[in-house]
């Protein structure tokens, strides 16, 4: 009997069996799913789980309505972030450890596994309401091919190569949907804090990033909101989640071809 998933994994064909909060919907191999979530936000549907029908990658994202200010809502970021890594703690064997690069980068034992991005609803101020949010995770499950180079190799790896490549994609769907939901309820009962304080336990020590214009940062933590504390050249810059995208390479994982499974 194994300890870390059921005797019978889910089929890829099993819809996500997700809590009465949050609906499912599939979406087709070819389709960016944080622009497909995107367009469902903007028409006004919240609670919605966007995720691609691809075996090979775990690519979902969530639509949010928040009723707090713009910078409580980009909270969200991290709140995904631990939410992706206690399903992996979950469902994976124990050898699987999963830790974080600011801004939003998934660690398996130190190699490159994911990326946590969000978007919002246009805000003139920090503290004004958003009409949507769109918080979305991406895992790489198992490489599709042997393109890249040995170097890339050893700085990327799979939920297979950490030894979970018997995680099934909906399992990851569910599990990911439900941690979130349970962070989701703390943080409205107890604020930014205690997912502040566990996304820095996880962070990992390496702080050297580099930047868009190809200068070098160090991160030197989050501030209390969630935004990143960066010194470039010595001077102090404060990133609030929002402009990350725009400081930094996120994008989304090398392998995730929508066109292969």
Known sequence: M??????????EDEPPQLPPLLEAEKIDIGTDVMAKAITRAVSGEAGLVCYSEASHVLDMA????????????LQMHQTMMIALGDSIGALAPPEVGVRFRYPGVILFNRGHAGVVRIASAPCAADTDQPDWIVV????????????????????????????GGFISRTR?????????????????????????????KRVEEEKTLLLKDNSVAEFLALDENGAGLITVDGKA??????EQDQVFDVVPLAELDPGRR
Request: glycine share 4%; aromatic share 10%.
């Open 237 to 242: 810059r404060t990133i609030s989640t929002i």
């Open 62 to 73: 969530i639509t949010l309505a928040p009723e707090v200010g713009l910078n409580k809502a």
């Open 2 to 11: 194994n300890l870390y998933y059921e005797d019978v994994p889910a089929s």
């Open 136 to 163: 979305s995770a991406q895992v790489r499950l198992r490489f599709v091919d042997d393109s890249l180079g040995v170097e890339d190799r050893m700085a990327n790896t799979s939920l297979e190569d950490e030894g």
């Open 172 to 200: 990851l769907v569910e599990s990911v949907s439900r941690h979130f939901l349970v962070w989701l309820h703390r943080w409205e009962e107890e604020g930014f804090r205690p997912i502040h304080e566990t996304w820095t």
